[in-house]
């Protein structure tokens, strides 16, 4: 099958609320040839950089509540959609989509602009692939801040919570992102914030990853990803600089997962971690303000 790379009309995108960032891009080289990863850069470039990234099935605009006070605090904020979301460029199959391809595809993007002194913020697929970006590129990262996110090696269940999100994903007619995103929120999102949701998708031959990301979660210890995620956590036992555990009350997919982080991750001992009140799975859409007041509490 011919893998071709598409991209979303800008038209799509024209009269989103609250987005006001300047679109950036960066291209890397793939086997299917060149995708165009898109990110917001706001702020001044010698500060602390705190990168956000997104999960299944959102883009960059989940965190348009959090940009301004990050960059207000004086921090650099760089948000990427991950290739198959957002402005980036999809795939036409969802079988180009591995989860070792994008940690290869977001490396490639992370030396590209070259990015130092990062804080990651990772929330669902951003911290399964931020994760990996930290234990690649330790010298890069300064601060870890996991939210509702793992790095699973399929050694244990992942749960019934997930393995339904995972069946129905799979097995639903209509793949209705901004629906699936406002059914992770506890707080009631606007018809506009659904259609911003929707934007990247004009139909379903651009929502290949979206399909594709919740087969690609390792749950079998013989998966193609557990071994690296194994060794990735070899990395993980040894970090010592700061990992805060910032993960909301109401996300019954990611409960409970922050106690592998808090138990074998070095960093995270003595931090301030919080628990994002009146939060679900999208705690950035829920309580944007108590996300970034637990970022900026590592600072």
């Known amino acids: 099958c011919m893998v071709n790379i598409i991209r979303t009309d800008d038209a799509r995108f024209e009269n989103i609320k609250d ?33 956000l990234i997104h999960g299944e099935p959102s883009w960059g605009y989940l965190y348009r509540k959090m940009i301004d006070p990050l ?23 969802r079988n180009g989509y591995t989860y070792e391809k994008y940690v290869k595809w977001m490396s490639d993007w992370l030396e590209a602009i070259d990015l130092n002194s990062i804080t990651l913020y990772g929330q669902d697929w ?7 970006l930290v234990t690649k590129y330790p010298d890069r990262f300064v601060n870890i801040v996991a939210a509702n996110t793992m790095l699973p090696t399929g050694d244990y269940d992942p749960g019934e919570a997930f393995m339904n999100w995972k069946e129905y994903s799979q097995t639903v007619e209509d793949f209705h992102v901004g629906g699936i995103i406002k059914g992770g929120t506890v707080r009631d999102i606007s018809q506009e914030t659904i259609d911003a949701y929707n934007a990247p998708f004009p139909d379903d031959t651009y929502k290949e990853a979206a399909r594709q990301f919740p087969t690609l979660v390792p749950i079998t210890p013989d ?25 909301s009350d109401s996300d019954p997919v990611m409960q409970g997962v922050d106690k592998a982080f808090l138990k074998l991750v070095p960093g995270t001992k003595n931090m301030p971690h919080t628990t994002i009140e009146q939060a679900g799975h999208f705690l950035q859409e829920d309580n944007p303000e108590d996300c970034v007041k637990a970022i900026l509490s590592i600072f």
């Open 126 to 132: 951003g911290g399964l692939i931020g994760l990996r």
């Open 71 to 93: 960059v207000n605090a004086g921090k650099r904020v760089i948000v990427p959609d991950l290739p198959g979301f957002g402005k980036s460029d999809k795939l036409t199959d």
């Open 19 to 51: 987005w006001p960032y300047e679109a950036k891009y960066q291209e890397i080289d793939t086997e299917y040839g060149n995708i165009r990863i898109h990110y917001v850069d706001e702020g001044t470039e010698n500060s602390d950089t705190i990168l």
């Open 223 to 247: 998966d193609p990803s557990s071994q690296h995620n194994r060794d990735a956590w070899v990395k993980l036992k040894e970090w010592d600089k700061p990992f805060l555990c910032a993960f």
